[in-house]
């Protein structure tokens, strides 16, 4: 991927503070990643998904690629390659009871982090778009 279209709220290209930087960073993704995964795990509709996962990698991953989304390093790349979101996710079946259950879990994530309410209806914005997109593949 070459180019990369902004989340909606992000600062311009011209601002000096990126949105990853804005939102406090690393620390930031690193703690929704952890709030959303410890609700994953204890999730009965997202048990079949998650059941044997190893939901620290999963919160190491998830971080990286949010992190990275949002303007940071580019860590998940250099850890797993380009997203490809519907490629990983292809062998999962992921209805509506699953998508909702993942947007609640995401939702009480984000709802965590020390954000404005710009920055979480921006990083809200992103999750649940993705979340619809990947229902029903």
């Given at each position: ?26 620390a930031t993704f690193d703690a929704i990643a952890e709030v959303l995964c410890d609700e994953l795990g204890a999730s009965a509709p997202l048990a079949p998904i998650f059941d044997g996962a190893d939901l620290a990698q999963l919160q190491t991953r ?76």
């Amino acid at each position: 991927m070459t180019s990369m279209t902004l989340p909606a709220g992000a600062p311009t290209p011209n601002s000096k503070t990126s949105f990853f930087e804005a939102v406090g960073g690393s620390a930031t993704f690193d703690a929704i990643a952890e709030v959303l995964c410890d609700e994953l795990g204890a999730s009965a509709p997202l048990a079949p998904i998650f059941d044997g996962a190893d939901l620290a990698q999963l919160q190491t991953r998830l971080a990286a690629f949010l992190g990275q989304y949002f303007g940071g390093p580019r860590t998940y790349a250099q850890l797993r390659g380009e997203p490809r979101l519907r490629m990983r996710h292809h062998t999962y079946s992921i209805g509506v009871a699953e998508r909702d259950a993942w947007l609640s879990a995401a939702a009480r994530a984000i709802d965590t982090a020390p954000l404005t309410g710009a920055q979480r209806d921006t990083i809200w914005a992103y999750l649940a778009a993705t979340a619809e997109a990947l229902t029903g593949k």
